[in-house]
């Protein structure tokens, strides 16, 4: 293997350079992110304003011997085997790994580019940190567990959170006892519901919701689900045969590889699927290994021990 181009500086593109780092220390890896610094993806949601967990790319990148791209994927092109920037040259590549996870689906939502507005998969956690020390009400639209985690998350640290949702069918005979929950911390939720506008001018001061309310709020943050981020190829892409496509030397791995995602809810087991996968798949690039994949998958115990557990949880906001 002389060069190896990755897509994406999450778990599954980061584990898969170590991976291969561990058995080849010569070939060339290029590694290609539109950001500088990676957070775990469960801190997003369990200390949505931790800094201290980042990872440095463009440090280490260096530290173990691969060539960053910090720029933004315009489109790829398959056929020239090109890959375009928004602001940078664009570069050529002989195998692509694409390791770009997910991305939230958008919902019509007005006022989107107000400062305070996330989907959950552009919580920036450095803007977060600042916007956290002057904001005390937040709005959280949740459609899965992840929402309902990072509410609990915001509400540990003191803050006025109010859940928005169109219903709470993904918790299953948990709904009850779930709604109890909630009313014990003190958290009002709003179902048969919908974010309309984020209102404000450059910052967000209220949430308006249907059927008509509005809230004060300097926070919204949307848990809309999500969907694989790979909206940036010149033709239609499909994944078989574990990492493969119907490009040759174009691979699909981690998140971005799940077929089903859109009716995922829970996301358990997501970072071990990733991290397997990349450990499977340097196997079969260093050594040709026949690639076997056994995706985790979550079952109904699973998903009776996480709500469970969750339901346990002291009470530690400060009244």
Not at 57 to 66: A, G, H, P
Not at 83 to 90: G, L, M, N
Request: aromatic letters at 12%.
């Amino acid at each position: 293997m002389d060069e190896l181009t990755i897509i994406g500086a999450g778990i599954s593109g980061l584990t898969l350079i170590e991976k291969i780092r561990a058995k080849d220390k010569d070939c060339k890896l290029i590694l290609i992110d539109k950001e500088q610094y990676h957070f775990p993806n469960y801190k997003r949601i369990s200390q949505p304003a931790d800094i201290n967990s980042k990872i440095d790319i463009s440090i280490w990148s260096k530290e173990v011997n691969v060539e960053f791209i910090k720029a933004k994927v315009d489109k790829i092109n398959l056929g020239r085997k090109k890959v375009y920037f928004k602001q940078a040259e664009p570069i050529n590549f002989s195998r692509l790994i694409i390791a770009t996870g997910l991305s939230s689906r958008k919902l019509p939502i007005k006022g989107e580019h107000r400062e305070g507005f996330f989907y959950l998969s552009q919580i920036n956690p450095f803007a977060l940190k600042d916007l956290l020390k002057v904001s005390q009400e937040a709005i959280v639209y949740v459609s899965t567990f992840l929402g309902l985690g990072l509410t609990l998350s915001l509400r540990s640290l003191g803050k006025e959170v109010k859940i928005i949702a169109p219903n709470f069918d993904f918790l299953g005979s948990y709904q009850g006892k779930v709604c109890g929950f909630l009313e014990e911390k003190d958290i009002p939720f709003y179902l048969n519901s919908s974010v309309e506008e984020a209102v404000g001018e450059a910052r967000i001061k209220a949430v308006k919701i249907s059927p008509l309310k509005v809230f004060s709020a300097q926070l919204l943050f949307v848990d809309s689900g999500f969907e694989s981020n790979r909206n940036f190829f010149d033709e239609e892409i499909a994944g078989h045969d574990v990492f493969f496509t119907n490009f040759k030397d174009v691979y699909l791995l981690g998140d971005v590889n799940e077929k089903d995602i859109g009716n995922e809810a829970f996301f358990a087991y997501n970072q071990d699927n990733s991290q397997e996968q990349a450990k499977v798949f340097a196997d079969y690039l260093l050594e040709g290994k026949n690639p076997v994949f056994k995706k985790r998958l979550f079952d109904l115990d699973d998903k009776s021990r996480l709500l469970s557990g969750m339901l346990q949880e002291k009470e530690t906001t400060a009244r």
